[in-house]
């Protein structure tokens, strides 16, 4: 108790959050990112030269390897917290839902081809000077220089990636119109006022966000996650919104997907079917 104490209460809801996180993301096998369990042989690490290796779903956590060739690798659902991969090459690995907490630390790395696909908190790694494919390079810029108001992320293919809002990330009066964010988890996020007009939306996972004011209105919505989000006064006209969870989502001057306007305001679970 007297260590909880001395924990900063931002640290305090950090650890919440990467808990909440990882039970979520159970839940929802298609962004699923299994915590590893699978302890790893240390012999295993010795030679520089990795390429191929298949590390799926093993511990690899507070490692050094720095300048390993992992060209490659299998590191599916791999706990990688805290691990250098300072100048390694990773080139077509495969970090699919492998854990980033704790800073890994990519720096100088080469991860060109290498799959991020649901990779959790890919805001918390170090990616100074890492080689990376194009759609991931424009993410990693957006969450670690922030993005601001007004910024111009139309058309950019946010889908699978897995990041969340712990460190006061916002993206209020963002233009994200016709993006794509099919299968995404951005949970917690500061929507406010931002532009999703048109966006593929499908399946996407946007648990406890504020979409207050935002445009959705076109967008394809099915299937996505929208518990206990804040949608007042949004406009979801003309969306699609077949098979959305909205249990615990605010309501308030909302317009509907037929163009009316949801004049009372309380957390509801609408039926639009």
Known sequence: MRELEKMTQRNIIRHIMRLACLLCLFALPALACQEATVPIDPTEL???????????????????????????????GASLKGTSFEGADLRNADLSGAILAFETNFTNADLRGANLNRACFLEEAIWT????????????????????????????????SCINGIDGLSFAGVNFSSSDFNHASWQEMDFRNANFRGSDLRNAYFFGSD????????????????????????????????????TGALFCQTIMPDGSIRQDCATITPDFQ
């Open 211 to 246: 979409f207050q004011g935002a445009n959705l209105s076109g967008s394809n919505l099915s299937g996505a996650n929208l518990v206990s989000t804040n949608l007042s006064q949004a406009d979801l006209s003309g969306a699609i919104i077949e098979g959305v969870d909205f």
């Open 129 to 160: 000077n890492a080689k990376l494919d194009p759609k991931w390079a424009k993410l990693i810029k957006v969450i670690t220089e922030g993005p601001y108001s007004g910024q111009d992320l139309s058309e950019v293919d946010f889908s699978e």
């Open 46 to 76: 010795v030679p520089d030269d990795l390429s191929g290796e298949d590390f799926t779903l093993k511990i690899l956590s507070l490692l050094d390897l720095s300048g390993k060739n992992l060209q490659g690798a299998k590191l599916s």
